[in-house]
């Protein structure tokens, strides 16, 4: 095999960021909008990568230059490194062209660095035809991540392999496919793109000046996560609403939340959503409102109003898969 088309979705954290970094569980689903990556096996040895969504055209390295620092286009980061650790750890080389597709903007929050990565590492499996189970993936791709950003739970990474929701616990030491059908979602784009590692670290800074304050809030967005769980999967929308809320207001005790953000949660639940919450680092990105279907337009509407952007997103999506 010489050519093959990979995808892994996008994702929306549902409940329990910034805790999960420190151990606490967390939820997030998978979404409909998908990165797919082409990974084409040439006779030369050359990296070349076409990745016009993020700007990058006509980006070409030695692979024999890989492991050496130097200034990659911020648009490919990911990519180099998760080929580089991928030729490391199976001991196989080989000139590559890799094309990248898309289907929502990096500027959303999606996570499209860690679609692109598990896309990747996927693709060169099948190429390289080495089996890979999900869990080894997921710990290749991890280790790409840090190596990066140095930070992260890799939540993201669990959505885009497995898809589906998923109560995930840092580094994969637990993630578990929760059975939840038609979350009924409405997601608003605040316009900004948030700075992940900036946010992450932020809340590191806030919890050495205040630990047992900063850890009695974590536990109980851990609590909030063991209570949202029972609740969307017994299909409970009024009480995982609340419980959004309750998350919502222990993310702004921790700093994280923007008033473009507050404005687009008070749109939707002035206009009726059971409950709203920022998702993800906050800072900016996305926020999410649980809706009945029946408000759903009305609520859409009150996100625009109130300046966001609002994103028709398809959550509890399949995970990454071959083209
Ligand atoms: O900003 P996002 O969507 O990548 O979410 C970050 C979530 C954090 O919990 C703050 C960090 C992490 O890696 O879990």
């Known amino acids: 095999m010489k050519k093959i088309e990979v995808s892994a979705p996008g994702k929306l954290m549902l409940f329990g960021e910034h805790a999960v970094v420190y151990g606490y569980p967390c939820i997030v689903t998978a979404v409909g909008q998908r990165m797919r990556v082409r990974i084409e096996k040439t006779e030369n040895d050359i990296l070349e990568i076409e990745a016009p969504d993020v700007g990058v055209r006509n980006y070409t390295r030695k692979i024999k230059s890989l492991g050496e620092k130097t200034d990659i286009p911020k648009g490919v980061v990911f990519l180099n490194m998760a080929v580089k650790n991928f030729f490391e750890k199976y001991k196989v080389e080989s000139g590559l062209k890799i094309e990248t597709k898309s289907e929502f903007s990096a500027e959303f929050g999606f996570g499209s660095s860690s679609s692109v990565t598990v896309a990747t590492i996927k693709g060169l499996s099948e190429l390289f035809k080495i089996k890979l189970k999900n869990k080894q993936l997921f710990d290749l791709a991890y280790k790409t991540v840090l190596e990066v950003q140095g930070v992260g739970s890799g939540f993201d990474l669990a959505a885009a392999i497995w898809g589906g929701i998923l109560l995930f616990v840092a580094g994969g030491r637990k993630i578990i496919p929760l059975k939840i059908k038609n979350l009924p979602l409405v997601v608003g784009y605040t316009g900004v793109k948030a700075d992940t590692p900036f946010l992450v670290r932020k809340v590191a800074q806030l919890r050495q000046s205040y630990p047992s304050l900063v850890e009695g809030i974590f536990s109980y967005i851990g609590f909030t996560v063991e209570e949202a769980k ?89 995970g990454v898969r071959l083209e």
């Open 230 to 318: 029972k609740n969307l999967l017994k299909g409970d929308w009024q009480k995982t609403g609340q419980l959004m809320n309750l998350n919502q207001g222990l993310l702004e005790a921790l700093g994280v939340n923007t008033k473009r953000l507050s404005d687009l949660i008070f749109a939707a639940l002035e206009a009726g959503a059971y409950g709203a919450k920022l998702s993800g680092a906050g800072g900016g990105d996305c926020m999410v409102a649980l809706v009945s279907q029946k408000e759903r337009k009305k609520i859409a509407q009150a996100i625009e109003k109130a300046g966001g952007k609002y994103l028709e997103v398809k959550p509890n999506t399949e």
